[in-house]
Structures are given as structure tokens and as C-alpha cells.
T-cell receptor, first 116, second 112 residues
Framework: EPEVTQTPSHQVTQMGQEVILRCVPI?????FYWYRQILGQKVEFLVS????????KSEIFDDQFSVERPDGSNFTLKIRSTKLEDSAMYFC??????????????FGEGSRLTVL | EDKVVQSPLSLVVHEGDTVTLNCSYE??????LLWYKQEKKAPTFLFML????IEKKSGRLSSILDKKELFSILNITATQTGDSAIYLC????????????FGKGTLLTVNP
């Protein structure tokens, strides 16, 4: 069964360092997302990406964050200068249609980011 | 602001029990309500509900939506230890075609 894959599964970094989290969405999906879950808290929307551009972003997704689809398969989340509060599990998701068209999201296993 | 509230936050039952998990929501321009099961890491999709009163069923799990009262329930009958997980409710809408708003989840523990 097709799945969303993410790497790395766990990354430890020092505050102020740049981090890139990678995702390979399901191949025929058109919509891509990043969500995060701080330990013990809700899953929160960060950004959605469609047709090679950001379609929506949350208040969390400030100038320190960026997303890119560098080729036909990868979808990356970059955090330019990490802060302690960026420590969280980051989930990539994809869907064949947007949630507005009743698209369900398929999530990857997550990348746990620990900022020291 | 869109809001999704799940109850209870945690629940401990014995194998064979039936459980009902609740999700209430406040969101403008509601489009869909989704249930996910989160075991160790990735939320895995269970159901998507868009219409009131139509039960969705998969094995021992079932779910129904009430768009008038703005809530959904997830039922699990004859629970097994493998049902132990966090159950997440998420709602699409609020003027967004892309974002899901999640509740805090219900932690279900099924003891043998």
C-alpha cells in the first residue's frame, strides 16, 4: 500500500542551527502538508502546498520556516534558525484532493526534532 | 477560531467492553469530520463523515455525525488490547480548503 515516508525519524540539533526535514508523499497525490505535534499537545497545521506554491499557512509558519518541492517526489520543510520551542514531532501528509473537496490526509510516521 | 473538543481525554476499559468517544466542534463552513487512530507515531485514517445521520462502519468501529448538534461519536465494540491508542478527531472547514483542525485526542487504554 502506498505510504508517505519521512526522514530523518529523529534529529537532534543545537539552537540556531538550520534543519531540513524530508518527505516523499504518495505519488499520485497533489496536496502536501506539514503538521506538528508538540509533546502532549494537539496536532497543529503548519502549511499546505499545491501546484508548487503555498496554498495556506498558519501563524506558526513564520519567516523561519519554508517549504520546497525540489523535484517530482520530495517535499521538504526547512527551519532556518531553530529555537527550543521548535522541538516537536513534525508530520508530513498528502492527499489526492484538498480537504475542501473531502480529501482525507495520509500521514507519514513523523520526524521528531529535538532542539537543545 | 475553529474549535474541536474531544471527551473524555482518557479512558481505561477491559477487553470486551464497548466504548464511545465524543467529538464536538465549532467551525464555520463545515466540510468534513475525520477520525484518526494514533498509536506510536503516524495518525492512521479511520473515517470521514460529511453527512448527518449516516453511520460509517468498519469491523468493530463505527461513527456517526450530527451536524445539527455539531458532534460526532466513535464507537468501538468488543474492545481488544490492540485498540489501545489515541483517537483523534479533526474537522475540515472554517473557510479553508486545506487545513484540518484537530482535537486533543482521547487516550484509550484497553486492559486484558
Amino acid at each position: 500500500e502506498p505510504e508517505v515516508t519521512q526522514t530523518p525519524s529523529h534529529q537532534v540539533t543545537q539552537m540556531g542551527q538550520e534543519v531540513i526535514l524530508r518527505c516523499v508523499p504518495i505519488s499520485n497525490h497533489l496536496y502536501f502538508y506539514w503538521y506538528r505535534q508538540i509533546l502532549g499537545q494537539k496536532v497543529e497545521f503548519l502549511v499546505s502546498f499545491y501546484n508548487n506554491e503555498i496554498s495556506e499557512k498558519s501563524e506558526i509558519f513564520d519567516d523561519q520556516f519554508s517549504v520546497e518541492r525540489p523535484d517530482g517526489s520530495n517535499f521538504t520543510l526547512k527551519i532556518r534558525s531553530t529555537k527550543l520551542e521548535d522541538s516537536a514531532m513534525y508530520f508530513c501528509a498528502s492527499s489526492p484532493v484538498g480537504t475542501g473537496d473531502h480529501g482525507e490526509l495520509f500521514f507519514g510516521e513523523g520526524s521528531r526534532l529535538t532542539v537543545l | 477560531e475553529d474549535k474541536v473538543v474531544q471527551s473524555p481525554l482518557s479512558l481505561v476499559v477491559h477487553e470486551g467492553d464497548t466504548v464511545t468517544l465524543n467529538c464536538s466542534y465549532e467551525v464555520t463552513n463545515f466540510r468534513s469530520l475525520l477520525w484518526y487512530k494514533q498509536e506510536k507515531k503516524a495518525p492512521t485514517f479511520l473515517f470521514m463523515l460529511t453527512s448527518s445521520g449516516i453511520e460509517k462502519k468498519s469491523g468493530r468501529l463505527s461513527s456517526i455525525l450530527d451536524k445539527k448538534e455539531l458532534f460526532s461519536i466513535l464507537n468501538i465494540t468488543a474492545t481488544q488490547t490492540g485498540d489501545s491508542a489515541i483517537y483523534l478527531c479533526a474537522v475540515g472547514g472554517g473557510g479553508s480548503n486545506y487545513k484540518l483542525t484537530f482535537g486533543k485526542g482521547t487516550l484509550l487504554t484497553v486492559n486484558p
